[in-house]
Nanobody, 129 residues
Framework: EVQLAESGGDLVQAGGSLRLSCAAS????????IGWFRQAPGKEREGISC????????FYADSVKGRFTISSDNAMNNVDLQMNNLQPEDTAAYYC??????????????????????WGKGTLVAVSS
């Protein structure tokens, strides 16, 4: 059974940092990618970062580039998202998702939620001004 579980969401002040974690199990990681998405109330789900294991490819949306960093252990059992210099506009529910079948994270122009196969339930991040 595929399981994705996010943790680490919290309330922080603007300029602060959080580290989200995604515990992933139940699927073959060698050809998989893990993505992080977020959805604020009334807005579309936004793909912000992903990591593909077989080529160590990464993707960052412009909205988080330079502030967020994705990383994982060698087995991709845990994929973290380090978020620095958080701003009120980063307030959202954050989800991790997995794509199987040699999903390429490098070279993406946009991380589309439709390309993901499995989803976690999300963790809430709130940034106060």
């Amino acid at each position: 059974e595929v399981q994705l579980a996010e943790s680490g969401g919290d309330l922080v002040q603007a300029g602060g940092s959080l580290r989200l974690s995604c515990a992933a199990s139940g699927f073959t990681k060698d050809d998989a990618a893990i993505g992080w998405f977020r959805q604020a109330p009334g807005k579309e789900r936004e793909g912000i970062s992903c990591l593909s294991k077989y080529d160590d490819g990464t993707f960052y949306a412009d909205s988080v580039k330079g502030r967020f960093t994705i990383s994982s252990d060698n087995a991709m059992n845990n994929v973290d998202l380090q978020m620095n210099n958080l701003q009120p506009e980063d307030t959202a529910a954050y989800y991790c998702a997995a794509a199987v079948g040699y999903f390429h994270c490098s070279g993406l122009e946009k991380l589309d939620y439709l390309g993901m196969d499995y989803w976690g339930k999300g963790t809430l991040v709130a940034v106060s001004s």
